[in-house]
């Protein structure tokens, strides 16, 4: 049963740390997405891949949040240095190009920044 | 761009009755369109979509929904409501490479 994981499930952490969250997409899979999902704002698109290549980030606050693909069954996001605003439900997602599109989603990290 | 209007953020109904969740999307070509669901501390996970092949499409744990051109909807349904069905769904249309979601409803189940 193939499936998106990620790690950590939980991370708390003090205002300032850095933080870095890891996904691996199912095997086969050739796009990545990151979203956000709090509680105001709802499921927001942070950033996404397509062969490893980032198309659009541009969900993203730049200044302190970064997204990569080091190969093709890691993702990495990072927060550096985190705020307490980011708190949130982190979640990946990996798909196929073409066709209809769906994605597959990861159980999610929560994060807590203190 | 794509979007899709969720209407009600919360919906209730009693155990057995019928769950009609309504999307309405904006899109000048037939576009995909997904219903996921989220159950707590839980991923989104597909529970249906539709490519063109069929205006009913059948999904998982009994869900259904229908493409309607005329009206743009793509509402969810399911003829009896269980306990187990208490969760957020959302509804979704593609865009590229990419999925724009809707706000999510919620659905309570009373028993």
């Known amino acids: 049963d193939a499936r998106v994981t990620q790690t950590p499930r939980h991370k708390v952490t003090e205002m300032g740390q850095e933080v870095t969250m890891r996904c691996q997409p199912i095997l086969g899979h050739n796009t990545v997405f990151w979203y956000r999902q709090t509680m105001m704002q709802g499921l927001e698109l942070l950033a996404y891949?397509?062969?490893?290549?980032?198309?659009?980030d541009s969900g993203m606050p730049k200044d302190r949040f970064s997204a990569e693909m080091p190969d093709a069954t890691l993702a990495t996001l990072k927060i550096q240095p985190s705020e307490p605003r980011d708190s949130a439900v982190y979640f990946c997602?990996?798909?196929?190009?073409?066709?209809?599109?769906?994605?597959?989603f990861g159980p999610g990290t929560r994060l807590t920044v203190t | 761009a794509q979007s899709v209007t969720q209407l009600g953020s919360h919906v209730s109904v009693s155990e057995g009755a019928l769950v009609l969740l309504r999307c309405n999307y904006s899109?000048?070509?037939?576009?995909?369109l997904f219903w996921y669901v989220q159950y707590p501390n839980q991923g989104l996970q597909l529970l249906l979509k539709y490519t063109s092949a069929a205006t009913l499409v059948k999904g998982i744990n009994g869900f259904e929904a229908e493409f309607k051109k005329s009206e743009t909807s793509f509402h969810l349904t399911k003829p009896s409501a269980h306990m187990s069905d208490a969760a957020e769904y959302f509804c979704a249309v593609s865009e590229d490479d990419k999925i724009i979601f809707g706000k999510g409803t919620r659905l309570h189940i009373l028993p």
């Open positions: 891949f397509r062969n490893r290549a980032p198309l659009d």
């Open positions: 899109s000048s070509v037939p576009p995909y």
């Open positions: 997602a990996s798909g196929l190009d073409g066709g209809p599109g769906e994605q597959y």
